[in-house]
């Protein structure tokens, strides 16, 4: 498997629900960053967490960083219908010089009203 | 709020054609990065760029890419000889202190390569 992969690969809830969506990753991180795609357009970022943080709140946002395991998981909470997009997670490298992040396959949100 | 701009927003060019494409990234940043999303697939690093030079280049950016600030605002991103594998999105971005800070991306250039 893939460097940041996530899963589900797509997720359909209903307005006011939660949804998680889950990411793996391989190598050692320096950062893990979630980021919001709407169909066709670019990359909004979201939240960071550092490889030394286990628990990041951005508003309805709350991401978790399991490094022993290599995973990380994006609560969305009381999802609205403008949540609908792609998210993915993209990972910085801790034995690089640092500069790339790395990619998952991304999650489709649905939320419908 | 700051913000990364990229020009134009849609391009369309015959294979074999150069193509330039334009970003202002955040001015206060000092990291700067192509990436590319063919249509359906994951965006992919192609390029970062700091202090004028190239710091670290993917196996996707060839002899075919370069990178260039010419002024103190704008960065581009050339592909000399387009091909049709080539068509895809592509999307400036710029962080204040490498991969360890957020990237901040622009919202893209859709490149169409006949």
């Known amino acids: 498997s893939q460097q940041g992969e996530e899963d589900p690969q797509a997720l359909s809830i209903q307005e006011g629900e939660n949804a998680t969506m889950n990411c793996s990753y391989k190598?050692?991180?320096?950062?893990l960053q979630w980021y919001r795609q709407n169909s066709g357009r670019g990359l909004v970022h979201l939240i960071l967490?550092?490889?030394?943080?286990r628990e990041k709140h951005s508003g309805r946002l709350r991401v978790t960083l399991d490094t022993s395991k290599k995973s990380s998981s994006l609560l969305i909470t009381a999802s609205r219908a403008a949540d609908t997009a792609s998210y993915f997670c993209?990972?910085?490298?801790?034995?690089?010089?640092?500069?790339?992040?790395?990619f998952g396959e991304g999650t489709q949100l649905t939320v419908n009203p | 709020e700051p913000e990364v701009t990229q020009t134009p927003s849609h391009q369309v060019t015959q294979m074999g054609q150069e193509v330039i494409l334009r970003c202002v990234p955040i001015?206060?940043?000092?990291?700067f990065y192509w990436y590319r999303q063919i249509l359906g697939q994951k965006v992919e690093f192609l390029v970062s760029?700091?202090?004028?030079?190239?710091?670290?280049k993917s196996e996707i950016f060839d002899d075919q890419f370069s990178v260039e600030r010419p002024d103190g605002s704008n960065f581009t991103l050339k592909i000399r000889s387009t091909k049709l594998e080539d068509s895809a999105m592509y999307f400036c971005?710029?962080?204040?202190?490498?991969?360890?800070?957020?990237?901040?991306f622009g919202p893209g250039t859709r490149l169409t390569v006949l």
């Open positions: 760029f700091y202090n004028n030079e190239i710091s670290e």
């Open positions: 001015s206060n940043h000092l990291y």
């Open positions: 993209a990972t910085a490298p801790e034995e690089t010089s640092g500069s790339r992040l790395t």
């Open positions: 971005a710029s962080s204040e202190w490498g991969a360890y800070n957020e990237q901040f």
């Open positions: 190598t050692s991180i320096n950062n």
């Open positions: 967490i550092r490889s030394n943080e």
